[in-house]
């Protein structure tokens, strides 16, 4: 069974980036889709953007143009550039598959987006 563990989360100002790092053991991490997912406080949990194992990828509207994913299968990791954040991007981040894998959910990333 997948293990991933995410990292790279904080506290930034509107506008601000950061740059979220997903690691996976327990698959062969390159035939595997990835997405990363995040829940706000009081909502359910949304697919944000995702990448096919060989490098396609998809974007909700509301990151579309802001957030880039990417991968590198060499380190088994997914990551997920995050630029000109808003408020509203405040939420818990999560990788895993895509579809996800109802038993591989990590702790996730904290990323707070406020002034």
């Known amino acids: 069974q997948a293990r991933l563990v995410e990292s790279g989360g904080g506290l930034v100002q509107p506008g601000g980036s950061l740059r979220l790092s997903c690691v996976a053991s327990g698959i062969i991490f390159r035939l595997y889709a990835m997405g990363w997912y995040r829940q706000a406080p009081g909502k359910q949990r949304e697919l944000v953007a995702d990448?096919?194992?060989?490098?396609?990828?998809n974007y909700a509207d509301s990151v579309k143009g802001r957030f880039t994913i990417s991968r590198d299968n060499a380190k088994n990791t997914v990551y997920l550039q995050m630029n000109s954040l808003k408020p509203e991007d405040t939420a818990v981040y999560y990788c895993n598959g895509r579809p996800a894998v109802a038993g591989s959910w990590g702790q996730g990333t904290q990323v707070t987006v406020s002034s």
């Open positions: 990448i096919t194992n060989v490098g396609n990828t």
